[in-house]
């Protein structure tokens, strides 16, 4: 059975960090492209950041420079630092593995930033 669990969302004062993390388990972790997507109220859900099985990373212009993503296979987690954070990354975050176009996403967690 796959889980994906998320964990490190809260509430933080705008200009604030925090890091989430992603544990998986019941896949060859090293194998899977994961990503974070995050949605807001109202709003769909977006693609955050992602990182490929090779490294390789990927993020939205609107977090380029204040977000990365990072992974660590021997633990089969997959990180989010996101630094400098304003009211508008206020969303629930979702991780997500895929391979060969078959997706399994987290519960989600939820993120705040106060103005």
């Known amino acids: 059975q796959v889980q994906l669990v998320e964990s490190g969302g809260g509430l933080v004062q705008t200009g604030g960090s925090l890091r989430l993390s992603c544990a998986s388990s019941?896949?060859?972790?090293?194998?899977?492209?994961m990503s974070w997507y995050r949605q807001a109220p109202g709003k769909q859900r977006e693609l955050v950041a992602l990182?490929?099985?090779?490294?390789?990373?990927n993020y939205a212009d609107s977090v380029k420079g204040r977000f990365t993503i990072s992974r660590d296979n021997a633990e089969n987690t997959v990180y989010l630092q996101m630094n400098s954070l304003k009211p508008d990354d206020t969303a629930v975050y979702y991780c997500?593995?895929?391979?060969?176009?078959?997706?399994?996403w987290g519960q989600g967690t939820q993120v705040t930033v106060s103005s």
């Open positions: 019941g896949i060859i972790f090293s194998l899977y492209t």
């Open positions: 997500k593995a895929l391979r060969y176009g078959i997706n399994y």
């Open positions: 990182i490929g099985s090779a490294g390789i990373t």
